[in-house]
């Protein structure tokens, strides 16, 4: 019994946590476009159907707290209340009140509701109405007939009296009248395939009419099972590798045909296990409106935000940490990327500021773009900035792409003074910083001086997987992202050199390149230093700088999955991780930029060593 | 499993240990804090790890870590036809040791445990919970947390942080 409760209530945080960031959805709508009656028949139902299974599984304060919040939006439903900016204000902090609630309990800690801001809600629902013993039966009369209404008056009834009176045999059971039906009906709206641009803002104009709504079972199953059956699946995928590679061992036709036809299934196995981690970026998406929302309200601006693309599919992994970068972008985009209205009059532009949140894919990549139509960067502002800031010297020579990569530099920001919601200089360095490491993506920027940025990511479509280059190094093999390699060359002798101070230089094509060897930086001891016949020399160029790894030999390229290492192996640097390759044993994923940056100094003095036993 | 004893007992109201052969000594580990047993695999070397620790191994897809106990206590590690690595699951880590052999389940009663015997030592010896005996044979009950990876994880962090900073 306890059991089931608990899992009751685990399911319910769930559908809470997708409820309510529908209503929050919902809420914004209304701002935009005035009084809805969808929006708000949408939002009613969706509070309703919180209050019923928050009673049902026994979260009586979340229960108590949406019966009060219901009764405001029976009022507005019935135009008994105007929907003022005021009210929405408070409807979108009672709902935020309740996402609090309901994180703090997936926290699994007590909670308790804000009376005050319950006692606000109730006296909103009191303010326009003379007589509140009255309002129920004003409200039954002019009810439409269909299900909900008349479920919600009943509600309603009950709501003079007070909701200590209101009995524990009603709610369960609206819900489950009621319940299933709704969520399900939300979420296939998130799903309806409004996957063109054009679809994608028509929906955002007229959210309800326009949308078919698809029938597609779902279940939800949990991310560790999920993930549990993809290992399982890429074990499967290697021994299905190593029986393919030994196929021609084997005498019988029929046989080798039946291995032949598993590597078949087994691709498709993958494919679809694959897909199966896949979530769409509307929840990301919804939450950056409620952020330019809140931004542009605070400083006073006008700026619409238009999303396209909502429904792309990201692993999941990627999507979750997607966040951070992207609430980053659209702060500085709001606050520094687009001017005030009088400053946008000035220069002839229209006094609301555009900007443009889209995603999609581009040549097995998915790309994100934050565009607006602000004033653009301006490389000389920003190089001279850098330069006061001491993030570049004044002798330093750099692109165009590489000064507005500088925005990125820790502790870097163009305006002078810090506000309140972004240039603290920790802001846009994450972006570069989570979308490079963790999501081994890239930032692009394009500017028009005048006329508007386009900060764009570029990210792989899932972390699981990589191109790798297969390495020997002192005997070990080891897995190079193949993003990571520029080129690869067989240096000649006459091409190393040695500098004092620097150690040893690779000239390729009349440039010299710093070259490290692998197992140097590694700190793994050579086995023969002379066998070195196949050396190879790995060119990394990251931004303007470049430089270059020796390997024993490139063993080849191969896709691989990425494992996790245990925590105990969680510190080392440069190593992002482990991969089982063809023959079952496994190798370390190295991170050579990583490498680098941690080991320069140490590179030298073994480069030295090197020289000097050589 | 072993020539020394395969016979399990079961004795209720005791737990059970997993008892395994280190050099020439005796020890247990409790049995819940055992995934599984498995045959010595191949490994791979991860650079700026401490001595006894051995590499990564593949373990049906996942990749673990795979120490060395006898190293870390000062032992031989010579591996015969017998040594086996046993998984421990200890939430959240989950690594091999490789052991010389894996000998019985036992199970024992609070009162079959002593305290381990007190003596002026420089080594810590805080990872033996206690002492039994097995057909005359001490038996030291391992904390292989402390034995292993409290300390361990720290080292490696250190070392990896004294890299860092060279």
Do not use: W
Not at chain 1, 233 to 238: A, H, M, N, T, W
């Amino acid at each position: 019994m306890d059991e089931l409760q608990q899992q009751l209530q685990g399911t319910f945080l769930i559908e809470a946590t997708e409820l309510l960031a529908n209503a929050e959805q919902a809420f914004l709508q209304l701002e935009k476009s005035g009084d809805h009656a969808h929006t708000v028949e949408q939002i009613f139902r969706l509070a309703h159907n919180l209050k019923g299974s928050a009673r049902a599984v026994g979260f009586d304060e979340i229960g108590e707290f949406t019966h009060t919040l219901e009764s405001l939006l029976l009022k507005i439903k019935e135009h008994k209340i105007d929907l003022s900016p005021p009210i929405i204000d408070l409807l979108l902090r009672s709902n935020d009140h309740l996402t609090t609630l309901v994180d703090t309990l997936k926290a699994g800690q007590e909670v308790r509701c804000d009376q005050i801001l319950k006692q606000e809600v109730a006296d909103a629902t009191a303010g326009k109405t003379p007589n509140q013993a009255d309002s129920a039966q004003t409200i039954s009369s002019p009810a439409p007939p269909s299900d909900m209404t008349a479920a919600a008056t009943r509600d309603a009834d009950d709501h003079p009296t007070g909701y200590q009176s209101f009995s524990e045999e009603p709610a369960p059971s609206l819900n489950q009248e009621h319940g299933p039906s709704e969520p399900r009906a939300v979420t296939n709206e998130a799903q309806t395939p409004a996957a063109t641009m054009m679809n994608t803002e028509q929906a955002a104009k007229a959210p309800v009419e326009k949308k078919v709504v698809v029938q597609d079972d779902s279940i939800r199953v949990s991310l560790q099972r999920l993930e549990a059956l993809v290992n399982h699946i890429g074990e499967l995928v290697i021994l299905q590798t190593v029986l393919s590679e030994q196929r021609q061992l084997i005498p019988s036709l029929f046989l080798q045909k039946t291995v032949v036809q598993l590597g078949k299934i087994t691709k498709d196995i993958q494919t679809i296990s694959m897909g199966l981690r896949m979530v769409s970026l509307k929840q990301t998406f919804s939450k950056m409106q409620r952020i330019v929302r809140d931004t542009t309200k605070a400083l006073g601006k006008d700026i619409d935000l238009e999303l396209i693309g909502e429904d792309t599919e990201l692993d999941k992994t990627v999507v979750d940490r997607l966040g951070d970068p992207l609430v980053h972008l659209i702060r500085n985009a709001v606050d520094h990327g687009i001017e005030t209205a009088d400053q946008r009059i000035a220069a002839g532009k229209s006094p609301n500021g555009h900007l443009t949140l889209s995603a999609g894919h581009a040549g097995g990549k998915i790309v994100i773009d934050v565009t607006d139509d602000g004033r653009g960067l301006y490389a000389d502002r920003i190089r001279a900035k850098a330069i006061e800031k001491g993030v570049i010297t004044e002798h330093q020579n750099l692109s165009e792409q590489d000064i507005y990569h500088l925005l990125f530099a820790p502790g870097f920001s163009t305006k002078s003074e810090v506000t309140d919601l972004s240039g603290r200089g920790v802001g846009l360095d994450v972006v570069k910083t989570n979308v490079e490491k963790m999501l081994q993506g890239q930032v692009q920027i394009d500017t028009t001086p005048g006329s508007g940025t386009r900060f764009r990511i570029i990210l792989p479509l899932t972390l699981a997987i990589i191109d790798g280059m297969v390495v020997r190094s002192a005997g070990d093999r080891f897995v190079v992202p193949l993003t990571h390699v520029f080129e690869s060359v067989r240096p000649q002798p006459k091409d190393i050199h040695f500098l004092t101070g620097i150690g040893q230089v690779m000239n390729l094509r009349g440039e010299n390149l710093p070259m490290h060897r692998l197992n140097n930086l590694l700190g793994i001891k050579s086995k023969d230093e002379k066998a070195n016949l196949q050396e190879t020399a790995i060119v990394v160029r990251h931004g303007g700088q470049g430089f270059s790894v020796l390997v024993d030999e490139i063993i080849g390229r191969q896709q691989v999955v990425i494992k996790k290492l245990g925590d105990e192996l969680g510190s080392l640097t440069g190593i992002t991780g482990g991969a089982i390759l063809g023959d079952g044993h496994p190798a370390l994923i190295v991170d050579l930029n990583e490498l680098i940056r941690r080991g320069g100094s140490q590179a030298k003095k073994s480069a030295i060593a090197h020289k000097g036993v050589a | 499993m072993s020539k020394h004893e395969s016979k399990t007992e079961l004795r209720s109201g005791a737990e059970r240990y997993l008892a395994f052969t280190l050099g020439a000594e005796q020890y247990a580990v409790p049995l819940l804090s055992v995934k599984e047993v498995v045959a010595l695999p191949e490994t791979t070397r991860v650079p700026y790890t401490p001595p006894h620790f051995l590499g990564i191994m593949n373990l049906r897809g996942q990749i673990i870590s795979l120490f060395d106990l006898r190293l870390k206590l000062g032992m031989k590690a010579d591996n015969g036809p017998e040594s086996a690595v046993i998984i421990c699951d200890l939430n959240p880590l989950s690594f091999g040791v490789v052991v010389n052999s894996v000998d019985s389940v036992l199970s024992l009663f609070k009162d079959d445990i002593k305290s381990k015997p007190e003596i002026e030592s420089k080594i810590k010896t805080d990872y033996i919970q206690g002492v039994t005996q097995r057909q005359g044979k001490l038996v030291l009950l391992l904390d292989v947390a402390k034995a292993l990876s409290i300390d361990e994880i720290l080292a490696i962090k250190r070392n990896a942080a004294a890299n860092l900073a060279s």
